[in-house]
């Protein structure tokens, strides 16, 4: 494994995904898409609980008293931890399920949909307001994650193989003037979760190919670190500074063959990328 990164989990997961850091519990929620499992990584002793919930989650949000509002797979919901539950808030309408999401920076929940065959500009992004959720971005194709400048007047999204950037009206959230910001050739990997720094550069995780880039506030690749599986699918800050990078990944379609040539795929790893992150707003909602 390289140096620079550490095995927390090896679990194989099927679909890790959606990393949420905890800050006041001292942990990293993360859920297998596919196993409709949450997991809760404990950073102070190591241990990860996995709760099976009955229905599958894509992304997680918290409340600052640490309850858990979830991208589900036909709308949004609240986790209840304690009996492993989940309950219906409101479905969405475009979309086969729901995918990568998270908190602006005035703790409102967006979470995108995405269509199972991959069909052109038939997802988007929802914003759950109250027991509604509004429609914030549509004509998107596979969104794989979102994230916002450390101001919050950027949006970004990973979607087919670009990254694309939205001007963001924190206080109306509104997005607009979408454009393509990076591309991001075939050969590269396909890009899914991104995590801002404090400096406004986004990190990448590029699916199949192990690549994690690192872009600056205008576009250029600086850096490109390499993980220890090809399967890498999201990233969140976390630690006590927020300096370290918290990555998830998947395995699903692997045989024995694929597994010996990639023996970390669908485990929970952590890097120290030298730079901080920002601290996600807590959900707001009720």
């Not at 679909?15 to 196993?35: A, F, K």
């Not at 599958?56 to 797979?73: D, F, P, W, Y």
């Not at 500074?241 to 023996?263: H, I, K, N």
């Not at 992150?277 to 959900?283: C, D, F, L, M, N």
């Amino acid at each position: 494994m390289s140096e620079e990164f550490e095995l927390l989990v090896d679990r194989q997961a099927l679909c890790g995904t959606g990393p949420l850091w905890m800050s006041s519990l001292n942990c990293v929620h993360w859920v297998d898409l596919l196993r409709r499992e949450l997991h809760t990584y404990r950073r102070d002793t190591g241990a990860d609980e996995v709760r099976v919930l009955p229905g599958k989650i894509t992304a997680l949000a918290s409340t600052r008293q640490g309850q858990l509002v979830a991208a589900t797979e036909s709308g949004f919901g609240r986790v209840h931890l304690a009996r492993a539950g989940l309950e219906p808030v409101v479905q969405v309408r475009s979309g086969d399920r729901m995918g990568a999401g998270g908190c602006d920076p005035a703790g409102r929940f967006v979470a995108c949909t995405v269509t199972h065959a991959a069909d052109l500009r038939a997802s988007g992004c929802y914003v759950l307001e109250g027991n509604r959720a509004r429609l914030l971005l549509d004509g998107l194709t596979a969104p794989g994650g979102l994230a916002w400048s450390p101001d919050g007047s950027r949006l970004y999204v990973t979607d087919l193989h670009a990254v694309w950037v939205y001007d963001y009206d924190v206080e109306r959230a509104r997005a607009v003037s979408g454009r393509r910001w990076v591309s991001c050739p075939e050969a590269e990997g396909s890009p899914q979760g991104i995590a801002v720094d404090a400096e406004g550069c986004a990190w990448v995780a590029m699916h199949w190919t192990g690549r994690i880039h690192r872009y600056a506030p205008g576009g250029d690749l600086e850096t490109v670190l390499w993980a220890p599986t090809r399967r890498v699918t999201g990233l969140a800050f976390g630690g006590s500074r927020l300096e370290e990078l918290y990555v998830t990944s998947a395995c699903f379609g692997y045989d024995e063959l694929a597994f010996a040539a990639d023996p970390y795929a669908g485990s929970l790893l952590r890097f120290r990328p030298g730079t901080t992150g920002t601290a996600r707003a807590p959900w707001q909602g009720i």
